[in-house]
C-alpha cells in the first residue's frame, strides 16, 4: 500500500517504467554546441550579406534604384515567372498523361521524362546558341531550301524569352516528379464521380486532379525558380542582366563591392520568399487508399490519335531537353578540335576530382553530425540551428560567394595587420581569400542540404532501441555514432557522397569567383571555352558533366517512385 502512495498508483508506476525504457533525448552541452557551431559558419555568408547592406545609407540605395536596379529586379523577376510558367505546363501536362492514360512507349517516357535534369543549364544554352544563330546549322539549313530571309523564321535564342525556354526544358522535370506523385496518390473516385456527372476528362481534370496537386506544384514551381535565380551561365552567355550577373558584374569587372553586397541582399530577399513558398507546400498534400498508381487501367481513356500525340507530347521534351543536347555535344566530340583539347583534359579532371571529393567528406561529417545532432535532442535551439545550417542550397552561388568574401577579406587583413605588428612579418599575400580552402568552405556550404537530406533519411529508418542498447552498455554518443550508427548509414553516406560529388562538378558561380588562379574544373574550363565561342573543344568536359549528371537523375527518380 505505501509503495503505491510512493508512486502514485498502479498506472503511475507503469508510466515511470516506460519513460526509464524510452532511449534518453538529451544531448551533451557538447554535441549542441557544434551543431551551432556549424550553423553559425553556414549562416556566415547571410550575416555578411545582411550587415553590409545597410552601409552606404539611403544614397546608395536611390542611386542604385536610379540606374540598375529595376533592370535587374524586372529581369530576374520575369525570367523566373516566363520559365516557371513553361515549366509547369511542360511538368503538369507529361505527368497526368503517364499518370491517368495509356500511350505507346509510357513506361519507358516515364522515366525518360527525368534525363533533361542530368543537362547543366548553361550547357544547354551554349547548345541552343550553337544551334540556332545565324552562323548555326538550323538557319543555314533554312537559308539553303527556302532563301536568305528564312533564316528569320528562327526566334532570336540569346534573350530573356530563350533564355526562359532553355532553363525550363531542363528544370520541368522538378514539376514532372512532384505533379506525378501528386496525381498518383489521389483518389479514383473523385475524379470518376466527377466523370459520372457529366464533366469531360479536361474539365475533371481541370476542377478535380489540378486542384488537389497544387501543392506539390507550387513546391515544384519554387524549386524551378530557385534554380532559375540562382543562375549565372544562361544569364550571362544570353546577356540578360539578371541579379547574379550583376553581382558578377559589380564585383569582378567593376571592383564595387557595396554594390555587389547591396544587390546580393536584394536577392536574398528573393530566396527567402521562394523558400518560405516551398515550405508551404509541404502542408495539405494526402495520400488516398483508392489512389491511381494501384489501378490497373488508365483513368481516361485515349483514342488511337490520341495516343499517339500523348506520346508525343511526353517524348518533345526528352529531345529537346537531353536528345539534343548529347547528340550535338558528341558530334562535336569527335572533332579534331575537340580530341586536340584533350591534352589538357587530366589536369582539369583531376582538380574537380579532388575538389568533388574533399567537399563531399566536408559534407558528409558535417551532415552526419547535424543528423545525429536531430536524433539525440529536443532542443528547439539545437532544430533551428539544424534548419539555418541546410538553408545553404537555396542561396545562388553567386550570393554566397559575394558574402563569404567580404568578411573573410576583412579577416585577412586583420591577420595581416597582427602578423605585421605582433610578429614583426607580414605574410606576402592573402592567407584565406583566393585559396581552395575557401571554395571548399563555400561548396559545402551550398550542398550541405543534399548530404544532410540523403543521411538524415538513412537515420530515420535505424530504430532508436539500438542507440539505447549501446549506452546502456557504457559507449558514449561518440561512440555510438562511429561504432554503431555510421556502419549502418554506409548506404545512404555513399548516395549522399556520390550526390554531393557530382554537384560541386558541375557548379559554376561559386567556383568562378572563389577559386585559386591556378585551379581549373571541368566546369569553369567549359565555361571559358563556349565564352570564346569555342565549343567543339568544349564538347567532351561537357560531355563528361552531363554524363555525371545522369547519376543523380537515376537516384531521385528511384526515391521519387517509393
Known amino acids: ?127 541552343y546558341a550553337d544551334l540556332l544563330d545565324y552562323a548555326g546549322p538550323v538557319q543555314g539549313a533554312l537559308r539553303g531550301v527556302f532563301g536568305e530571309g528564312a533564316g528569320a523564321l528562327v526566334p532570336q535564342v540569346r534573350s530573356l524569352p530563350g533564355g526562359a525556354f532553355v532553363l525550363a526544358i531542363v528544370l520541368y522535370p522538378y514539376v514532372y516528379l512532384l505533379a506525378r506523385a501528386a496525381f498518383a496518390a489521389q483518389s479514383l473516385a473523385q475524379f470518376r464521380a466527377a466523370r459520372s456527372l457529366g464533366a469531360k476528362p479536361a474539365r475533371a481534370f481541370r476542377e478535380v486532379a489540378l486542384p488537389a496537386a497544387r501543392p506539390a506544384i507550387a513546391g515544384g514551381l519554387a524549386l524551378v525558380m530557385m534554380e532559375t535565380l540562382a ?52 502542408s495539405g498534400r494526402s495520400e488516398s487508399r483508392d489512389a491511381a498508381a494501384r489501378h490497373g487501367g488508365p483513368l481516361v481513356e485515349l483514342s488511337r490519335a490520341g495516343r499517339w500525340l500523348a506520346a508525343l507530347a511526353c517524348a518533345l521534351p526528352v529531345v529537346l531537353g537531353f536528345l539534343v543536347p548529347a547528340l550535338h555535344l558528341a558530334s562535336l566530340a569527335t572533332s579534331e578540335a575537340a580530341l586536340a583539347a584533350t591534352r589538357e583534359l587530366g589536369a582539369y579532371a583531376s582538380d574537380s576530382l579532388w575538389l568533388g571529393l574533399v567537399t563531399a ?127 549502418l548509414l554506409a548506404p545512404s553516406l555513399a548516395g549522399a557522397a556520390a550526390l554531393v560529388f557530382i554537384d560541386t562538378l558541375r557548379e559554376l558561380p561559386a567556383t568562378l569567383i572563389l577559386r585559386p588562379f591556378n585551379l581549373e574544373t571541368l566546369a569553369t574550363r567549359t565555361y571559358r571555352l563556349a565564352s570564346d565561342e569555342r565549343l ?21 527518380h528511384r526515391t521519387a517512385r517509393r
Not at 559589380?250 to 554594390?259: E, I, N, P, T, Y
Open 1 to 127: 500500500m505505501s509503495r503505491i502512495r510512493r508512486t502514485g498508483g498502479p498506472q503511475a508506476s507503469a508510466a515511470e517504467s516506460a519513460a526509464r525504457s524510452r532511449p534518453r533525448i538529451a544531448l551533451p552541452r557538447g554535441w549542441d554546441w557544434a551543431a551551432l557551431a556549424l550553423a553559425a559558419l553556414a549562416a556566415l555568408p547571410i550575416l555578411a550579406i545582411l550587415g553590409a547592406a545597410p552601409a552606404g545609407g539611403v544614397e546608395a540605395i536611390v542611386h542604385m534604384a536610379g540606374s540598375v536596379l529595376p533592370r535587374y529586379v524586372l529581369n530576374t523577376a520575369a525570367l523566373m515567372g516566363l520559365t516557371g510558367m513553361l515549366a509547369g505546363l511542360v511538368g503538369v501536362g507529361c505527368a497526368w498523361l503517364v499518370t491517368a492514360t495509356e500511350f505507346p512507349g509510357r513506361r519507358a517516357l516515364g522515366w525518360a521524362l527525368v534525363l533533361p535534369l542530368a543537362v547543366p543549364a548553361y550547357i544547354a544554352a551554349y547548345i
Open 231 to 282: 543562375d549565372f551561365g544562361v544569364a550571362e552567355y544570353f546577356a540578360i542582366p539578371t541579379f547574379s550577373t550583376g553581382i558578377f558584374r559589380s564585383w569582378l569587372a567593376m571592383g564595387d563591392k557595396q554594390a555587389a553586397l547591396k544587390l546580393a541582399a536584394i536577392m536574398l530577399l528573393f530566396v527567402l520568399a521562394l523558400v518560405a513558398l516551398e515550405a508551404s507546400t509541404r
Open 361 to 487: 567528406l566536408a559534407c558528409l561529417a558535417a551532415a552526419l553530425l547535424l543528423a545525429f545532432a536531430r536524433r539525440r535532442s529536443a532542443s528547439p535551439l539545437v532544430g533551428g540551428a539544424i534548419r539555418l545550417a541546410t538553408l545553404g542550397y537555396a542561396l545562388p552561388g553567386a550570393l554566397l560567394a559575394v558574402g563569404l568574401l567580404a568578411p573573410l577579406g576583412a579577416l585577412d587583413v586583420g591577420l595581416t595587420r597582427f602578423a605585421r605588428d605582433s610578429l614583426g612579418h607580414a605574410p606576402g599575400g592573402l592567407l584565406l581569400t583566393g585559396t581552395s580552402l575557401v571554395l571548399i568552405y563555400a561548396l559545402s556550404v551550398r550542398f550541405l542540404t543534399v548530404a544532410y537530406n540523403g543521411v538524415e533519411s538513412g537515420m530515420a529508418t535505424i530504430p532508436a532501441n539500438l542507440d539505447a542498447a549501446a549506452r546502456s552498455l557504457g559507449a558514449g554518443p561518440g561512440r555510438v555514432l562511429r561504432r554503431v550508427l555510421a556502419p
Open 536 to 556: 567543339a573543344e568544349a564538347s567532351i568536359p561537357a560531355l563528361i558533366l552531363l554524363a555525371a549528371g545522369i547519376v543523380p537523375v537515376i537516384l531521385l
